[in-house]
């Protein structure tokens, strides 16, 4: 799918070249999703879209802090426009996927999976402009041991041009392969649960967690073992953060990966 095109070391060191030093956490918005899912293993996580009022209320509220409510109308309407399509759009991310973990989909699988999520994508019409970034981050918050948030100044305007060569596309598709990748190297390497439980520790360690009291998951639970969304991006972060060090000038940077075709 991928290659590194040079020795670029442990998968894990990129990993952790994140959590020594976050771009952005956003542990108070993934984790009482992931503790409210508790110890499901499997698909579908949410039977039927059914989310409790309190689940829905904390989506709004993470969705608004990464701004994906952009564009025209009141939010109040968007809001209820989330609120009446959710279920359809829980049941058509879930019914894509054959694995309840990104690491857990065959190879062959993955490039479909993300055209079906994009499909998905489009059928939520929340904003009066199609965007990707709105659905990709409630499926990622709804769903994070499967599908990686696609933003668009960090992760395509800024992660992709640092780690893929344009010829590769630099799009939600290409990203979601990318994260697969990613967390393929990782197995390969022995050090996906290891991964899992880093990110999963840094998360429940954040202070406005502590500060604020919330829930924290079972540290055995399925989803607490298998943040496979969270592991990819923040690998994928500390990447591009290596190689904004080594190149500030983005016109001199060489890309990390290079796709396998």
């Not at 608004?64 to 279920?87: C, I, N, V, Y």
């Not at 992760?155 to 640092?162: C, E, M, N, T």
């Not at 598709?173 to 999963?200: F, H, I, K, N, P």
């Not at 967690?209 to 943040?227: N, W």
């Amino acid at each position: 799918m991928f290659q590194f095109r040079h020795d670029a070391g442990p998968m894990l060191d990129f990993l952790r070249r994140y959590l020594a030093d976050p771009y952005w956490d956003h542990a108070i918005q993934v984790l009482p999703f992931v503790a409210a899912l508790g110890d499901r293993a499997e698909l579908p996580f949410w039977p039927n879209g059914e989310i409790s009022d309190a689940v829905f209320r904390h989506l709004c509220w993470s969705l608004s802090e990464w701004s994906a409510f952009r564009g025209a109308g009141t939010l109040d309407e968007k809001k209820a426009r989330l609120h009446d399509q959710l279920p359809a759009f829980l049941r058509d991310v879930q019914t894509a996927a054959p694995a309840a973990r990104l690491s857990a989909v065959p190879e062959a699988r993955v490039a479909q999976l993300a055209e079906d999520w994009i499909a998905a994508f489009d059928a939520l019409r929340v904003k009066e402009s199609a965007s990707h970034v709105l659905p990709s981050k409630a499926a990622h918050l709804l769903l994070p041991t499967l599908v990686p948030a696609y933003d668009q100044q960090v992760i395509a305007g800024q992660v992709l041009p640092a780690v893929l060569p344009r010829r590769a596309g630099r799009n939600f598709q290409t990203y979601v392969q990318l994260c697969w990748w990613v967390l393929d190297q990782l197995c390969r390497e022995g050090s996906l649960d290891s991964a899992a439980a880093l990110v999963r520790d840094h998360l429940a360690a954040d202070w406005l967690v502590r500060s604020l009291g919330a829930t924290r998951p079972d540290p055995t639970s399925f989803v607490a073992r298998s943040l496979d969304s969270l592991v990819a991006e923040y690998t994928l972060i500390g990447m591009w953060k290596l190689q904004d060090e080594k190149h500030p000038d983005a016109r001199r940077r060489e890309p990390l990966v290079a796709p396998a075709w």
